[in-house]
């Protein structure tokens, strides 16, 4: 849930998205205050029916004949030089933290393109700075960050990866797990932190240095 005070906003970015309904339920049931779009995400907003409260970026990937479509609309377009720094999803992330967003889902940000997700990944931190949880959701799975302290959601059996995030991470407790660890240390030299799982409903995480990448499957995977 969202800080208090804070707003949920919903980013549609480019990466393949392949199950419209699946994102059209998804936007319905986490109802987002705002739905910003970076570039060709603008895409699925019109396939699933939902009006973007701003498209962002350098609009590459969005063909003229929808960005006409959405200006006739009164749709608002913040565009951007293709010569820049950010990505589109980052542009389109920093207008939500602008706007107040105290947690940010952004769908369409896996898949495709290896730099792009590890682009979006980073992206992560970003959010954790300016005080926002931000995740990373597809079909599939949902991929956040975590300093401190998280409960993890789900159904025993599913699928759970963690990853130390931005340097070395230790004082790791997991609990709730098929394989929990107390007082642990990781590195990216050594991913044993992949392929656990949920030994219940829910799992508690806890890291006393450093962040974590946690990657929640919705399913068991091989």
């Known amino acids: 849930m969202p800080r208090e005070g804070k707003k949920r906003i919903a980013i549609l970015a480019g990466a393949r998205i392949e199950d419209m309904e699946w994102l059209r339920q998804e936007l319905a049931a986490t109802a987002p205050e705002a739905i910003l779009c970076a570039d060709g995400g603008a895409r699925y907003a019109r396939l699933v029916g ?13 063909p003229e004949e929808l960005q006409r479509s959405f200006r006739a609309e009164g749709i608002a377009m913040a565009g951007y030089p293709a010569r820049k720094d950010e990505t589109d999803t980052q542009l389109a992330l920093e ?18 393109r290896l ?21 990373l959701r597809d079909e599939s799975c949902d991929v956040f960050a975590v300093t401190g302290e998280a409960v ?7 699928t759970v990866s963690i990853f130390p995030l931005g340097g070395d991470a230790a004082g790791i407790d997991l609990a709730g797990f098929d394989y929990p660890l107390e007082g642990a240390a990781m590195t990216m ?34």
Do not use: C, W
């Open 50 to 62: 939902v009006v973007p409260d701003l498209i962002v970026g350098d609009l590459d990937s969005l």
């Open 115 to 135: 730099d792009h997700t590890l682009a979006n990944i980073g992206l992560l931190l970003l959010g954790g700075i300016r005080g926002a949880a931000v995740i």
């Open 152 to 158: 993890i959601r789900g159904e025993a059996g599913q």
């Open 189 to 222: 030299s050594r991913p044993y932190g992949i392929s656990n799982r949920l030994a219940a409903t829910t799992g508690l995480i806890r890291v006393g240095k450093g962040r974590l990448l946690v990657i929640h499957y919705r399913r068991a995977v091989a």
């Open 95 to 112: 207008r939500a933290l602008a706007m107040g967003a105290g947690e940010i889902l952004v769908f369409g940000a896996l898949g495709g």
